[in-house]
């Protein structure tokens, strides 16, 4: 059975999705896995929780080295990482604070404290980031938006995704055609992610109206 066959048998709309994207590893062995990592970070609806084990069962079965499968996937996650703090970096935060002024409920002000917090946390954001699905990728738009130096930014994201990507990988060569358990427990991780989004998007926008509420209160009165 070859790793796209694997892939194919969750019966998943995720593992139909991650069919085509991982079927590079029975074409180009470890590099596709690589590339594979590299497209999920460009487009988090790809999961890595999906695709590495795959790797792991690949190099279970003997198409690369676990050694291969690991390595790949970490300069995988480096690349599409550097691709996406690229386009933060063509951002910048001029481009930022002149969007937030013509946007209701948020302000220059809100760019310029999230700019600070990262100028004082952000290795910690993008090492910590890896670890938690939808973030791993994003957490390298505004680390290129604050023009992390290149060379910190690449080690904080490759560490933290050789310790991601090992784990996982692992889990996929231990539990051999079992890897679909990995994919059912991070579903829920992700679920629990977005809704935690939603929740803090709510909230900020409610706190805001309530501001704005008092402030034209407090003119009215004045």
Not at 58 to 81: C, H
Not at 84 to 106: C, M, N, Q, T
Request: charged share 15%.
């Amino acid at each position: 059975m070859t790793t796209t066959e694997a892939a194919a048998g969750g019966g998943s709309w995720l593992s139909a999705l991650v069919d085509h994207v991982v079927g590079l590893m029975d074409v180009i062995g470890p590099y596709g896995a690589g590339v594979a990592i590299a497209a999920e970070n460009l487009f988090p609806p790809l999961p890595s929780e999906a695709i590495l084990p795959l790797a792991g069962l690949a190099a279970q079965r003997g198409s690369f080295a676990l050694w291969e499968a690991i390595v790949w996937t970490t300069v995988g996650s480096v690349v599409g990482a550097l691709v996406l703090y690229g386009i933060g970096a063509w951002f910048g935060v001029d481009r930022l604070r002149w969007i937030a002024k013509r946007l209701p409920l948020i302000s220059a002000d809100d760019v310029d404290r999230t700019v600070a917090w990262f100028d004082r946390h952000g290795g910690k954001a993008v090492f910590f980031g890896r670890f938690v699905p939808i973030f791993r990728s994003l957490i390298s738009i505004p680390a290129g938006v604050v023009r992390m130096p290149v060379w910190r930014f690449a080690l904080y994201t490759a560490a933290g995704s050789v310790i991601w990507n090992t784990i996982f990988i692992l889990l996929g060569w231990y539990l051999g055609s079992g890897w679909h358990i990995v994919e059912q427990y991070m579903d829920v991780v992700q679920n629990v992610v977005i809704v935690a989004v939603v929740v803090a998007v709510v909230w900020f926008v409610v706190v805001r109206l309530r501001a704005l509420r008092k402030q034209r209160r407090a003119a009215a009165t004045d």
